[in-house]
């Protein structure tokens, strides 16, 4: 009989210790993301000007200031020129000036992209471990661009919002964009009062709702590089409203509509 007890005892420990586990959440631990599940983390936002600019300034400081590898990084500033309208400004300040700093990096081609998440994997573990913190990452992880399976799965509950918020939001967002996208051709800052969306081209990277995972821009402000070479997604602050955004576009060249974001595979061992 008490080797009974003694059994029951230790499949109700055994139960309580299963109940008080929790699956891990890396997301304190590695920079800018959100879980989505197990293996799978999320930018919260698109890359912006500063991550690009600390980018330029690490890769001048290994390389130099002539080096191939620094030159070959520079956004592509001349996207912004366009013969419909004078855009000069953004041009010189877009990149560099601190209004911008937190504004999505735009006039990137999806192979500088692709580098970067590599360069941004190869920072994250070496700084984890100079502050003594690697142990808490997980065995593998790795900053990539997203499929386009990946990049669904946060449009998913995005897909089934109105551009407006309307009677079922909070009384003082009712009215207001939910998007940074156009709203009719040669309307990018929409009409006056509290319809307007307060972007003429892009907006800071954490602006409007997060999706339910608190990803935000997932659709509008910039559309964003997926894994497949040369291939985008998601619509931006120059897509009209009635545009299916989820479509995937191929471009060979860099855009001042198109930038990107990583997402973070993970696994408790190295493949």
């Not at 000069?88 to 560099?96: D, G």
């Not at 990452?137 to 790795?142: G, I, K, L, R, S």
């Not at 990018?188 to 307060?198: C, F, P, S």
Request: aromatic share 16%; glycine share 6%; hydrophobic share 35%.
């Amino acid at each position: 009989m008490a080797l009974f007890r003694n059994f029951i005892l230790f499949a109700f420990v055994a139960v309580l210790f299963s109940f008080s586990e929790k699956p891990a959440d890396y997301s304190k631990v590695l920079p800018g993301v959100v879980k989505v599940n197990d293996y799978l983390y999320y930018d919260k936002t698109e890359a912006t000007n500063l991550w690009w600019r600390e980018y330029l300034y690490w890769t001048k400081n290994e390389y130099g200031a002539d080096s191939p590898q620094y030159l070959s990084i520079f956004p592509d500033t001349n996207v912004w020129r366009s013969s419909m309208s004078y855009n000069e400004p953004y041009v010189k300040y877009y990149l560099n000036h601190e209004a911008y700093k937190d504004y999505p990096v735009v006039g990137i081609t999806w192979k500088q992209a692709s580098e970067f998440c590599a360069w941004r994997t190869e920072r994250v573990r070496e700084n984890l471990t100079e502050q003594g913190k690697i142990d808490r990452a997980p065995a593998y992880f790795t900053y990539r661009l997203p499929t386009y399976e990946e990049w669904m799965l946060m449009y998913d509950d995005v897909s089934k919002l109105t551009f407006l918020i309307g009677d079922e939001g909070k009384r003082k967002y009712q009215g207001m964009a939910r998007f940074n996208m156009k709203r009719g051709q040669g309307d990018n800052m929409g009409v006056a009062g509290k319809l307007n969306d307060n972007a003429d081209v892009t907006a800071p990277a954490e602006s409007y709702w997060p999706n339910q995972y608190g990803v935000y821009n997932i659709k509008g402000n910039v559309s964003e590089w997926l894994l497949d070479k040369n291939t985008y997604v998601g619509g931006a602050w120059n897509t009209r409203i009635d545009e299916d955004v989820t479509t995937k576009l191929k471009l060979t060249e860099a855009s001042a509509s198109v930038g990107f974001r990583c997402v973070c595979e993970v696994a408790e061992e190295a493949p």
